[in-house]
């Protein structure tokens, strides 16, 4: 499994973007063959994202969907400022139990 970390230093209104990059995005990646998750987070310095893919190139290739839709989307909240990318494969895993 493999984990992409996109930050925004300067996103704005976390909330609001977050909510329609959930909209907007979340069905494109969910299109993307081995795509798992997608979470959008509020770090009190702006806002950012993680997502979970099956493979490097499942992730790569919904990193790539995923900047171009923030840049074209939400640039209103980023002053068109590119995020941070963190990408790597997941070499261990804790979940909590589900009910």
């Known amino acids: 499994m493999y984990v992409v970390i996109r930050k925004i230093r300067t996103m704005r209104n976390v909330e609001e973007a977050a909510r329609r990059a959930v909209e907007g995005l979340g069905p494109i990646l ?3 063959p081995g795509f798992r998750a997608y979470h959008v987070f509020d770090d009190g310095h702006g806002g950012g994202s993680v997502s979970l893919f099956d493979s490097r190139e499942a992730a790569e290739a919904g990193n790539e969907k995923a900047v171009a839709w923030l840049m074209a989307n939400l ?3 980023t002053d068109g400022e590119p ?3 963190t990408m790597g494969e997941v070499r261990g895993s804790v979940t909590g139990d589900v009910p």
């Open 83 to 85: 995020p941070e990318v």
């Open 75 to 77: 640039g209103e909240f």
């Open 30 to 32: 969910k299109q993307t």
